[in-house]
């Protein structure tokens, strides 16, 4: 049953930091030796391993399915219920990555079990990817897999799904449900300010401290002269019936939805954000080196077609009058995909098939950063799927990934289960075009 493995990959401790994931390879590892399933494992150090599960023939349009294996920092002292232990209450299952995101692992394993038994009928094959480290940036998990030629073979030039969307929201009486198209660019920002050396450290005159809250304003308003994204253009005209939009008339189109998680939403997909996380300053801050006066640290959101060329240059102009060095710290571009509509159109009718009153899957742009984004440098199409059932509403949803207290639906667990095996086994049996 899928509620269980899902309990049983709970208790497997992977919070990041333990650096741990080769224990919930070994508890996969063994439930496929004992279905007789094809895997293959990937590792750049022993104790964090990949695994990739086959099913099916071996061809260039194989479906992929991944997961992330890792969660985040869970302390017990501060839940409810024990988040390594999987207790259901009140309908809900309770443990860090319920949400994010093994539940979509336990699905998977139901779905291998099942699709074993028919393994002969099908046309195309499916990759399940499971891989660590996603919450801390990848480096050996799907980073270092699409360097393997062997697992990059698997990877590349397919339809994947992942983590990011398949949550649900209303509008207007009309239930809807969103899938992820692409992600925003994140980019780390440094400027620092040059050190006066004719300041007198007995009569300070913050000059430094000065310059740096004029960065912090100059950077924060940052604008970039560029279009809409497609795809909130879409989302937008489908919710208003207006095709008529662009960034010269953004807000006039916000004003009509109302929903403010939606309106939230819509507006991460369409600004630009350059957000001051962390500024030192101070004559004797040891933090600082000793030609810097002050210091900040930007964390930047940015539409994906804004790039890292034109970000430096937009900092640069911006800041040109002011004693700083800028430094672009880290920059993971984003992407915004071109979708295969009859695929899409797959998806949706599986949900439908579930739950006939969800009028449309519409598209979205996250404004968080995961997986895809490797597989994009391989031609492949990412669709952020994994669906959970109407009642875990999409802000709702968003609000307990990486919270305290973390649950899913025991409804929602199932319904993903039966939603992705019924896509799994339509995409492979050629069921869709």
């Not at 994009?376 to 875990?392: H, I, M, Q, R």
Request: one cysteine or more; hydrophobic letters at 35%; aromatic letters at 10%.
């Amino acid at each position: 049953m899928t509620k269980d493995y899902l309990k049983d990959l709970i208790r497997i401790d992977t919070q990041n930091y333990k650096s741990n994931e080769t224990e919930l390879v070994n508890y996969i590892s063994k439930f496929c030796d004992n279905n007789n399933i094809r895997y293959e494992i990937f590792y750049k150090d022993e104790n964090r391993k990949n695994i990739i599960i086959s099913l099916g023939p071996e061809t260039d349009q194989n479906l992929i399915v991944v997961g992330h294996m890792d969660v985040v920092v869970a302390n017990p002292e501060d839940w409810e219920l024990h988040p390594f232990e999987g207790k259901e209450k009140d309908g809900y299952l309770y443990g860090r990555g319920a949400v994010d995101m093994k539940y979509v692992i336990a699905s998977s394993l139901s779905i291998i079990e099942e699709l074993k038994r028919q393994e002969d009928t099908l046309e195309r094959g499916i990759n399940f990817v499971f891989t660590s480290d996603e919450e801390n940036g990848s480096e050996y998990g799907m980073e270092y897999l699409i360097t393997q030629d062997r697992a990059k073979k698997i990877l590349s030039n397919k339809k994947a799904l992942n983590e990011g969307g398949g949550f649900s929201f209303v509008f207007k009486d009309k239930l809807y449900y969103l899938y992820e198209t692409g992600q925003k660019t994140v980019a780390r920002v440094k400027v620092s300010i040059k050190k006066n050396e004719k300041s007198n450290p007995f009569f300070p005159d913050l000059e430094n401290e000065a310059t740096l809250v004029k960065v912090i304003r100059k950077v924060e308003a940052i604008k970039f002269d560029v279009d809409l994204p497609y795809t909130t253009k879409k989302l937008l005209a489908e919710l208003t019936g207006d095709s008529d939009i662009n960034s010269n008339n953004l807000l006039e189109k916000l004003s009509v939805i109302g929903d403010k998680g939606i309106v939230g939403l819509l507006r991460a997909m369409s600004e630009n954000y350059q957000t001051a996380s962390m500024i030192k300053g101070g004559n004797r801050n040891k933090h600082l080196g000793k030609t810097v006066g002050a210091e900040a640290i930007f964390d930047v959101r940015l539409l994906p077609n804004i790039t890292e060329e034109c970000l430096a240059e937009k900092l640069k102009e911006t800041l040109r009058d002011l004693p700083v060095e800028i430094e672009i710290m880290s920059f993971m571009a984003g992407f915004e995909a071109e979708v295969d509509e009859n695929f899409v159109g797959l998806l949706e009718r599986a949900l439908k098939d579930k739950n006939p009153r969800i009028e449309a899957l519409l598209p979205f742009i996250t404004p968080g950063s995961n997986d895809g984004k490797f597989l994009k440098e391989l031609n492949t199409t990412v669709y952020g799927f994994a669906p959970l059932c109407e009642k875990d509403y999409f802000v709702d949803v968003l609000k307990g990934i990486h919270s305290i207290n973390e649950r899913i639906l025991v409804e929602s667990i199932e319904f993903n289960k039966e939603v992705m095996q019924d896509i799994i086994v339509a995409y492979c049996r050629r069921r869709y075009e």
